[in-house]
């Protein structure tokens, strides 16, 4: 069975290897270079992650084996978080809601507040974000930190936005948590407390490992899939029997030949977010990462990569929401002492899916669309999830379950 993977990101590569040993698989990647938006570039002798800072933990067991049999746990180093959050001209440690400590440092009313709300919340069917941060954390945390930071990441309102994607992707500590956080120091259980990166300093070690072996066609873009005699014909040249797409949902539609209008319109009302990025040189610092949820800058995080690194270099990422011009990143950069040289910069495609909504209903047409011509989609733009690498993995070896149970009964 001749299987076509389109997308060598984290997804398409983990199916492809997956599937290589029993199918013939071929990957199609339209960018010249494999890893999607979890790849690196080399600048000034270091790796650059050109769509935002990545590094790899996960709480599922089986990604973890899988991740170690691809790339030996021993070419990895394992570090510790150091998270910061920016707030009122203090570094404070992540998470905030285990910091109260620390801001009553600085501002004694503030943490007062903070633990007021924080025991008066009630959590009671929340109907959107808004609703879900307030009754999760109160109202002084909620409006200090989750609402404007929220409102940065996503470009969007949380009060207009489902909190249907966050409660996996944010600690979310009950009353007696946040209680010992007030008498000692006290840690989340999310899964980049702690995390791997390759011993190499680049990301595009592992990434390529994921890669070995497998038959890529690079710089291919897929501008059209139909079905010709029975089989998958790809622009109009390379046949297939079977189809397994990373394309987002919302431009696969517009490939695909044949696709209804109505499935058309819906996908068009699917929202992603880019991201822009810009590589630095910078002071020393001690954070793994740092969150910014003022106004006052375009930044909403600081990837502090060079931490990353063992031994550590000083070269820090910032990452702005959107699309913004060179010259602005660096007058922003210009705000913060720890920054010195800006080295490269970078405008991404999809980087975000945005919850708003129309998600849930667009999603679910698109797929159950794919899902009747018998196309295969995964990942994070493929199965429209805010997934992280480990989640694409598990996605993807759930898939090539579900292949092998259909064709090699
Ligand atoms: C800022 C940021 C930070 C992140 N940090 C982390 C982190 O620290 N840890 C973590 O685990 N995850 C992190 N993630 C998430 C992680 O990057 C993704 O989960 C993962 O890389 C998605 O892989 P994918 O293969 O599903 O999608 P993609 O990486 O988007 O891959 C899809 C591929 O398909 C190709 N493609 C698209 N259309 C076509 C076409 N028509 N023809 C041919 N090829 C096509 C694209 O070029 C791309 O290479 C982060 C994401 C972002 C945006």
């Known amino acids: 069975m ?11 590569l983990a199916v492809a290897k997956l599937l290589n040993d029993n199918f013939d698989v071929e990957i199609l990647e339209a960018d010249e270079q494999i890893g999607g938006i979890a790849k690196t570039k080399t600048v000034d002798g270091i790796a650059y992650h050109m769509i935002g800072g990545h590094c790899f933990n996960s709480n599922y067991k089986e990604v973890r084996d899988f991740v170690f049999s691809i790339y030996e746990k021993d070419k990895w180093n394992l570090k510790s978080r150091t998270a910061k959050i920016f707030l009122d001209g203090h570094f404070i440690s992540y998470p905030i809601e285990f910091s109260v400590p620390e801001i009553a440092k600085f501002d004694r009313e503030l943490a007062f507040n903070i633990t007021n709300d924080f025991f008066c919340a009630r959590y009671d069917d929340p109907k959107n974000l808004e609703e879900w941060f307030l009754q999760k954390f109160g109202e002084t945390l909620a409006k200090k930190y989750f609402l404007p930071y929220s409102k940065k990441i996503w470009g969007e309102d949380p009060a207009v936005m489902s909190y249907l ?6 600690p979310s500590p009950n009353k007696k948590d946040f209680f010992e956080s007030l008498l000692k120091k006290k840690q989340d259980d999310m899964p980049h407390v702690s995390f791997y990166y390759p011993i190499t300093n680049d990301q595009n070690t592992f990434l390529h ?3 070995a072996g497998l038959n890529i066609l690079t710089s ?15 622009n109009g040249n390379r046949y297939y029997d079977t189809i397994i797409s990373t394309i987002p949902l919302n431009e696969i539609p517009f490939i695909l030949n044949n696709t209804p209008l109505y499935v058309k319109n819906i996908a068009e009302k699917l929202r992603y977010n880019k991201i822009t ?3 630095w040189s910078a ?9 910014f949820p003022a106004e006052n800058t375009i930044f909403h995080r600081h990837i502090h990569i060079g931490n990353f690194f063992s031994p550590k270099w000083n070269y820090i990422i ?5 699309i913004w011009p060179y010259e602005q990143m660096v007058s922003e950069g210009r705000k913060f002492e720890y920054l010195i040289q800006p080295l490269d910069f970078n405008i991404s495609n999809h980087a975000y899916v945005v919850y708003d909504k129309n998600y849930e209903k667009s999603k679910k047409c698109v797929l159950n669309y794919l899902n009747d011509q018998k196309i295969y989609s995964l990942g994070r733009f493929g199965e429209w999830e805010y997934y992280n690498m480990d989640v694409c993995i598990k996605s993807a070896t759930s898939l090539f379950e579900k292949i092998v149970r259909e064709n090699l009964k």
């Open 318 to 322: 910032t990452e702005a929401l959107g």
């Open 277 to 279: 990025t810009m590589l």
């Open 165 to 170: 994607w966050v409660e996996d992707k944010l």
């Open 283 to 291: 002071k020393d610092t001690e954070q793994t990462w740092s969150y």
């Open 220 to 234: 291919y873009k897929v501008n059209s899939i139909e079905q010709i005699g029975g089989r998958w014909c790809i």
């Open 2 to 12: 001749k299987t076509c993977v389109i997308g060598a990101g984290v997804s398409g």
């Open 209 to 211: 490992a994921l890669a």
